[in-house]
């Protein structure tokens, strides 16, 4: 048992040394740039584009945030401007999609995935749930009632203080990654070497089957569902690796998680908003599944005559 303890412990930290050289860069550098003009400029440009999803032009500020800092700085934006409660349950199902696309892109990506397919993939479901919402609701015109207020710490002064404070920011978040991988890993080496691995692929065979992949692709679906793709992505690609996960089934998987992801912590985030979040983990639900299954549909429409061809 401490053979597999330390087995466990050795791949966490290795996945853990892969994963920060990503995150560690990624957010030092999206956290100087926060205060610097080229932010203002982002917010400017996405400003005229706001109305056509609903939302009024101070939703930019969120907007942008979420997608390049992550939904805590895109929540703590949000609690600081009135909105409508048609714009928060808007701005709310968009950032679930799309947020933290470059840290989650650039750490997926280790596994083989296309960044451009995600990126396409997250954006888009983003602006047709915010357009179904603008064009389908015409309710929601009342201000919208926070559950509660969280009051920011006033931002750095001076590229010392800015510096500082984004060393600060990218080092929590090697922290984070840290104490939650490790233990992950950890624990997956105990149910491979027990073979639990194989008993826990049985139970998600149905779903897996239903979404179009191999049962191998099971582990890979239940990291990233739980944990995230940050997170989550040391399990999914050492599962592309020793678990012989195919291309196909890995993009699937891909396309099932960059709908629906961290779903406890990326849902519970949003309950600061005062609105019910059941509906967004089942929008996302929702939204993963019938993507995912058309996908593995089409392509199996485009295969079958591409492997007759080959055949012949």
Sequence with gaps: MIGTLQRGVIAGLKTSWALGKIIFPVTLVLALLQPTPLFSWLIDFVT????WVGLSGDAAVPLVLGN?????AAIGAMLTIEFTVKE?????IMLSFSHNLIVESSVASRTGMSVWLMLAVRIGLAVVSGL???H???GGHEAAQYGFITHEAAPPVG?????????????TGIVQLVAIVIPLMTIIQVLKERHWIETFSRW???????LGMSTNTSLTLAAGFVFGLAYG?????????EDGVSKRDLTLAFIFLVSCHAVVEDTLIFVPLGIPVWPLLVIRLVTAVLLTMAVAFLWRRFEHPMRKEAAS
């Design 159 to 171: 590229w010392g203080a800015i510096a500082l404070a984004a060393l600060k920011k990218a080092a």
């Design 204 to 210: 998600m065979a149905p779903v897996t089957k239903m």
């Design 68 to 72: 390049l800092l992550g939904l805590y």
């Design 136 to 138: 389908l609701w015409d």
């Design 88 to 92: 928060v349950l808007i701005l709310a």
């Design 233 to 241: 992505a040391g399990v999914m690609i050492q599962a592309a690796k």
């Design 132 to 134: 179904l919402i603008a």
């Design 48 to 51: 005229p584009l706001m109305k």
